[in-house]
C-alpha cells in the first residue's frame, strides 16, 4: 500500500521569498512517481513537477524544484521567489509505474499564502 | 484549445434522486478517473476507466455508477444510494504509455444535496 504524508496544514511566506513544502511517502513498489499538484480557490488541480523514483537528479521546472530524498522518502517542493499567485492548497501524490493502474494516492495537502 | 471539460460548474440535488455529472476530454487520452474531495481533504478516487467499455471501482465507488462508451466521454452518476454526496467532484484524464504521464484535471463540479 502507499501512504502520501504532508505534515504542514498551512505555511505562510513573503513574496519573492523562497518556501519547501514537506512530503514524506511509504510504498513496497521499486518504481514510483511523486507529484506535487497545485490547486487554487478556483478548484482546479494543476500539475506542477514529477520526480520517479529512478531519476538521480532532482527535477526542476521553472520556480518549483523537488528536493528528493530516497532514503528518507521525502520529496519535498521547494518554490523559490514565492508569487501572490502561488497561495493556493499544494498536493503531494504518488502512483506506482509499473502496471496499468497509476492511480494516484493523495496527501491531504498544505495551504501556502504568499504576503505581501 | 485541448483540455477536460465538466459541467454543470454547480449542481443542486433533492435527497433521493440521481445525478449525472458530465466529463469530457479532447485530449486523446486513454484513461479517465473520477475523484471526490471534501473540505480538508486530499482526493479519493471514486472510478477509473482505462479504455472503452471498461471501467474499475476505485476506492469509494458505492453509491456511483459511470460509463465509458466514447474515449472522450466517461460521465459519473451519483445514486440516491450515497449517503452523502455533498463534495467537490474532480474528472481527469492520463495519456496511457511507457512514461509516468501526469494526470490532467477538469475544473470541476461542486455538488450540493438539499
Known amino acids: 500500500a502507499q501512504k502520501i504524508t504532508q505534515t504542514q496544514p498551512g505555511m505562510f511566506v513573503q513574496e519573492k521569498e523562497a518556501v519547501t513544502l514537506d512530503c514524506t511517502y511509504d510504498t513496497s513498489d521499486q518504481s514510483y512517481g511523486l507529484f506535487w499538484y497545485k490547486q487554487p480557490s478556483s478548484g482546479e488541480m494543476i500539475f506542477l513537477i514529477y520526480q520517479g523514483s529512478y531519476d538521480e537528479q532532482n527535477a526542476t521546472e521553472g520556480r518549483y524544484s523537488l528536493n528528493f530524498q530516497k532514503a528518507r522518502k521525502s520529496a519535498n517542493l521547494v518554490i523559490s521567489a514565492s508569487q501572490l499567485g502561488d497561495s493556493a492548497m499544494y498536493f503531494c501524490?504518488?502512483?506506482?509505474?509499473?502496471?496499468?493502474?497509476?492511480?494516484?494516492?493523495w496527501g491531504l495537502g498544505t495551504s501556502l499564502a504568499v504576503n505581501p | 484549445d485541448g483540455g477536460i471539460t465538466q459541467s454543470p460548474k454547480y449542481l443542486f440535488r433533492k435527497e433521493g434522486q440521481n445525478v449525472t455529472l458530465s466529463c469530457e476530454q479532447n485530449l486523446n487520452h486513454d484513461a479517465m478517473y473520477w475523484y471526490r474531495q471534501d473540505p480538508g481533504q486530499g482526493l479519493r478516487l471514486i472510478y477509473y476507466s482505462q479504455i472503452v467499455n471498461d471501467f474499475q471501482k476505485g476506492d469509494i465507488a458505492e453509491g456511483y455508477s459511470v460509463s465509458r462508451e466514447k474515449k472522450e466521454s466517461f460521465p459519473l452518476t451519483v445514486t440516491s444510494a450515497q449517503k452523502n454526496p455533498t463534495a467537490f467532484y474532480l474528472c481527469?484524464?492520463?495519456?496511457?504509455?511507457?512514461?509516468?504521464?501526469?494526470?490532467?484535471f477538469g475544473p470541476g463540479t461542486r455538488l450540493t444535496v438539499l
Open positions: 501524490a504518488i502512483s506506482p509505474l509499473a502496471g496499468n493502474n497509476r492511480k494516484l494516492i
Open positions: 481527469a484524464s492520463r495519456l496511457a504509455g511507457l512514461t509516468y504521464n501526469e494526470q490532467f
